[in-house]
């Protein structure tokens, strides 16, 4: 298993502005993954972030207005930019401790909430 | 598309009765995970089953993992409020990609 920290856990945004949201692991993890969690939804993956290699976005998500950053094995980035009510969302890091070698469990942080006013 | 379904979506019970939360694709999957999540929190993994048929129990859950490993159940014995929360279940795929249900929103009342 793997214990997830993020900051903030929370935050009120005025619109047009950007948030840098991170995610701590308590261990080397090559996996780690951004998800958006809209109010009363399931978890929508934004991207996958290995370190050394760029992001990998999913269909709907582009790096100008997710940019992620992976500097480390233990460390990840992912701002929410030029902000609009729409974003208001819970914003989850997750990671993988088995490298998607074993059965792809994930383990996740405890998510920032983000309201966009 | 590849799609996960849950059902049902929402569920109010008394505490004492009995549960099962179903979660079905026409996909195969490598593995299959549940999480529990409270308000205000992430997910919490309870269980990764991997072999179809497998059934793995924990306290008063059970899961279990469909023979030809594109469905899951979640059975809950004697629910207790402590159970309420949202359950969602995600497939994993042999190229690593990892989908989520909908969830089931299950709330038990005292």
């Known amino acids: 298993s793997a214990v997830i920290s993020q900051k903030p856990s929370r935050d009120i945004c005025q619109r047009g502005t950007s948030l840098t949201i991170q995610c701590q692991v308590d261990s080397q993890v090559t996996m780690m993954f951004w998800y958006r969690q809209q109010p009363g939804q399931s978890l929508t993956l934004i991207a996958t972030?290995?370190?050394?290699?760029?992001?990998?976005?999913e269909s709907g998500f582009v790096i100008d207005k997710f940019p992620i950053s992976r500097p480390n094995l233990t460390f990840s980035t992912l701002t929410v930019s030029n902000m609009s009510p729409e974003d208001s969302s819970i914003y989850l890091c997750?990671?993988?401790?088995?490298?998607?070698?074993?059965?792809?469990?994930?383990?996740f942080g405890p998510g920032t909430r983000l309201t966009v006013l | 598309t590849q799609l996960l379904e849950q059902s049902p979506q929402f569920l109010s019970i008394q505490e004492g009765e009995n549960l099962t939360v179903y979660c079905n694709s026409s996909s195969v999957f490598s593995s299959l995970q549940w999480y529990r999540q409270e308000p205000g929190e992430g997910p919490v993994l309870l269980v990764t089953v991997v072999t179809g048929g497998e059934v793995k129990k924990l306290k008063r859950l059970t899961f279990q993992f469909g023979d030809a490993r594109k469905d899951s159940s979640l059975h809950i014995t004697a629910a207790q409020p402590g159970d309420t929360g949202l359950y969602l279940c995600?497939?994993?795929?042999?190229?690593?990609?990892?989908?989520f249900g909908k969830g089931t929103r299950l709330h038990i009342l005292p």
């Open positions: 972030a290995n370190q050394g290699s760029e992001a990998t976005y």
């Open positions: 995600a497939g994993a795929y042999r190229d690593d990609k990892i989908i």
């Open positions: 997750s990671v993988d401790p088995g490298g998607g070698l074993d059965s792809d469990t994930q383990y």
